[in-house]
């Protein structure tokens, strides 16, 4: 629990504990946490790159009354074994092994940045077994706009001599201004883990290698053909003042799923949504759900 001051809603969540579990995928333990009861419809949270399962600890137990709620560490992340290799076919077979290892009912994915990714491609997995897909500020943008460069490259992790130390480093990539204090150090204590000279961060920089100018060019080839052909329902929460969310983006999402997708904007918020507006996130979730389970999918013309 966070030492700074926290509002009694954020308090009440992480106070609902989740349950810790892992499984084998293609050689690499993975992690998840729990909540609910298993009977119920599932919700699988997905986190971004860098991030872990616990950016989720106080947006799941909102949904833990009705549905069974996992948040992930995808491999490489988080509590979740480290790999030689990494790939977005292999982190989404690590989300879809998940679901069906827990046997979720009725499954939605809800996947943030990287994790968005990962679970268009769990969901191109799963076919018309899934219920739906939520992707959270995570874009895939018209062939026009892919950089002829794209290089994103993290330095070894450096340890520090006390926990403090190091959060006082930890930072957001892309860095956003109004993120909500509480929150960051919540899920800065979190990243953390302790080796034999201090702490460190959980992440594997390594995993960023994959994050290059072609790298970059075919994978968003991929997302598109993925999300064009995707038989479940979809949906779209984009920061308002995200600056990896483009218009264009969102206007070419939503072609590629013949105009059957909504793209909703949550007011105030940049990237990392459940860092700045995590109410809003909750709010919009709970919204979607309920009209998911009241409404009939549109269907593709």
Known sequence: MTN??????FQDALEQKPESHSIEVDGANISYLTWGKKENPGILFVHGGMAHAHWWSFIAPFFAKTHRVIAMNLSGMGDSDWRENY???????????????????????????????????????????LYGLVIVDTAIMPPSEIPDKFDFKIKANKTYKSIEDAKLRFRLVPSQGNSLDYIMDFIAEKSLRKVDDG??????????????TDGFKARQAILSDKLAGLECRVAVFR??????????????????????????????????????????????????VTDWDHSKPAKAE
Request: hydrophobic fraction near 40%; glycine fraction near 4%.
């Open 87 to 129: 790939a977005s076919e292999l982190w989404g077979k690590e989300i879809v092994e998940i679901a069906k290892y827990e046997k979720l009912t009725k499954p939605i994915i809800v996947g943030h940045s990287l994790g968005g990714m990962c679970s268009v491609v769990a969901a191109s997995q799963f076919k018309d077994e």
């Open 4 to 9: 700074l001051e926290s509002p009694k809603w």
């Open 239 to 288: 920061g308002e003042k995200s600056m990896l969310f483009s218009e264009s983006a969102s206007k070419y999402m939503r072609e590629l799923t013949n105009k059957k997708t909504p793209i909703i904007a949550i007011p105030e918020a940049h990237h990392h949504i459940m860092v700045d507006q995590p109410l809003a996130l909750i709010s919009a979730l709970r919204v979607l």
């Open 199 to 212: 702490w460190t961060w959980k992440f594997d920089p390594t995993y960023m290698s994959i994050f290059n």
